[in-house]
Every structure is written in C-alpha cells, then in structure tokens.
C-alpha cells in the first residue's frame, strides 16, 4: 500500500511558480506563430490558470479564467495586442512577461479565494511583468 504525499504550503509554492514559469516558456515559443500566435496565447494562459486551480484544488471554468483575464483590465489586453506585431524581439519578451505575469496574478487570486474584487490582483500581474 502506497501512501500519496501531501503537498505542504512551500511545495505548492513552488510548484505554482513552476506552473507559471512553464506557461511563460511556452508563450515564449507561441507568441511567433504566424496568424495564431495571439489566440494560442491566450488558450495557454486559459490552461495554466487552470492547471494553478488544481494545484489548489479548485475547479475553475473557463468563464470564471476568461473573467479574470478581462478584470485584469486594458494593461494585459494592449500587451497581448502588442504580440500581434510580427517582430520575434519584440513579440517574445513581452509574450513571456505577460504570461508569467497572469499566472502570478491567478495564482495569488486562487489562494484568496477568488473574490470578485480583483484590484489587488493588478498589482501582483504589474510587478511580476516587471
């Protein structure tokens, strides 16, 4: 009989930034694919959001992820817009950025308990893009 090892506060930590460093890898490569860069972007940060809300054990439907997404306001929306630009140097790092930056704004949302008040959660997405 196997016992299955609970995950301790630090390792859920530590696996979100996981979470949010391999989304941000993955937009890094996404971002520069011809004509569905931005719409692929987009589904990867959908997933990762949900992959963080099963990390906490939360379900969370892609409504629920795309409002967040949309409460982040107009910042995240030009930035993602900045990777329909076809220039990899520009495209790239801010692809990277912008994803590293939601996973870390979803991630401090879910530990919160997803309230509806998402100003706070600005905050975090602003000062993990820098």
């Given at each position: 009989m196997t016992e299955e090892?609970?995950?301790?506060?630090?390792?859920?930590?530590?696996?979100a930034e996981k979470i949010c460093r391999w989304g941000a890898a993955r937009a890094g490569v996404i971002v520069v694919a011809?004509?569905?860069?931005?719409m692929a972007l987009m589904a990867n940060?959908?997933?990762?959001?949900?992959?963080?809300?099963?990390?906490?054990?939360?379900?969370?439907e892609e409504s629920?992820?795309?409002?967040?997404?949309?409460?982040?306001?107009?910042?995240?929306?030009?930035q993602t817009l900045v990777t329909l630009i076809p220039i990899a140097p520009i495209q790239v790092p801010v692809g990277v950025?912008?994803?590293?930056?939601?996973?870390?704004?979803?991630?401090?949302?879910?530990k919160a308990g997803?309230?509806?008040?998402?100003?706070?959660?600005?905050?975090?997405y602003e000062s993990a893009r820098k």
């Open positions: 090892k609970e995950l301790q506060p630090v390792d859920i930590e530590w696996e011809p004509l569905v860069g931005t940060e959908v997933y990762m959001i949900m992959r963080l809300g099963e990390l906490r054990g939360v379900k969370l629920t992820v795309l409002g967040l997404l949309t409460s982040l306001g107009a910042t995240f929306v030009g950025s912008v994803t590293y930056a939601v996973g870390k704004a979803a991630n401090a949302w879910i997803r309230p509806e008040d998402v100003a706070a959660f600005r905050e975090v």
